[in-house]
């Protein structure tokens, strides 16, 4: 049995129009039919104030077999950015390619520090949930239960979990009950960055 997935691309060093189809026929190569959204332009965002060059992002939806799970599909994911010049100088970094796996149909999986599902900075990334409507206007969100869509439109007000610890259930239900999203330390701080890059986040969205 095939498992919907999607995945977000960005760039914003280097010919990113190429880079971006050549991600496409990567995808397409490897798991067949592969629907894309609009390549947009958008402003770049830093949690330090710092200018960046603008970005190119889009939302790819496809399916793989019964052979990947979601660890072997990130892996996937590095090696291709690899493979397309990506050199990892800092988390929030200029780069000519950034793929994310944003959804494996409609599990939660916290595996962090090395993945977890869905992304969990999608609530408040427009240039992710714009290109996603297009393409995947129905598809719901398994810890708000909005559609993307609905997710655009929502408050952005979250629920927040300051630990490393594991996010407990009651705070997952209550998400769910709510509708609301999480914002958790555990799920955005995994590269042993500084714990002044939660305070750092948490103003970026506006939930200081």
């Given amino acids: 049995m095939n498992t919907e997935v999607l995945a977000a691309f960005g760039a914003n060093l280097g010919n990113g129009e190429k880079t971006f ?37 889009a939302v790819l939806r496809f399916q793989v077999s019964s052979e990947w799970n979601p ?8 090696t291709l950015e690899k493979s397309l010049g990506r ?3 800092g988390h929030w970094a200029a780069r000519t390619v950034d793929l994310d796996l944003l959804f494996w149909n409609d599990i939660f999986l916290d595996a962090s ?25 129905e ?26 610890n594991p996010v407990p259930e009651s705070l997952l239900q209550e998400a769910r009950e709510n509708h ?10 995994r590269n042993g960055e500084e714990t002044d890059v939660f305070e ?5 969205i506006g939930a200081t």
């Fill in 21 to 57: 189809q050549d991600v496409v026929k990567a995808i397409r190569e490897t798991f067949g039919t592969v629907q894309t959204s609009s390549l947009i332009r958008t402003q770049a965002v830093t949690t330090d104030g710092s200018t960046e060059p603008d970005y190119w992002n």
């Fill in 71 to 78: 660890i072997r599909l990130l892996h996937w994911l590095l």
């Fill in 87 to 89: 050199e990892r100088t």
């Fill in 113 to 137: 520090p090395e993945l977890v599902l869905p992304h969990p900075m999608i609530p408040w990334r427009d240039f992710v949930l714009g290109p996603a409507c297009e393409i995947a206007p």
């Fill in 139 to 164: 598809w719901v969100h398994p810890l708000t239960g909005l559609t993307l869509c609905e997710m655009r439109d929502m408050p952005k007000a979250p629920l927040i979990w300051n630990s490393m």
């Fill in 180 to 189: 609301c999203a999480i914002l958790a330390k555990r799920w955005v701080c």
């Fill in 200 to 204: 750092r986040i948490k103003r970026l």
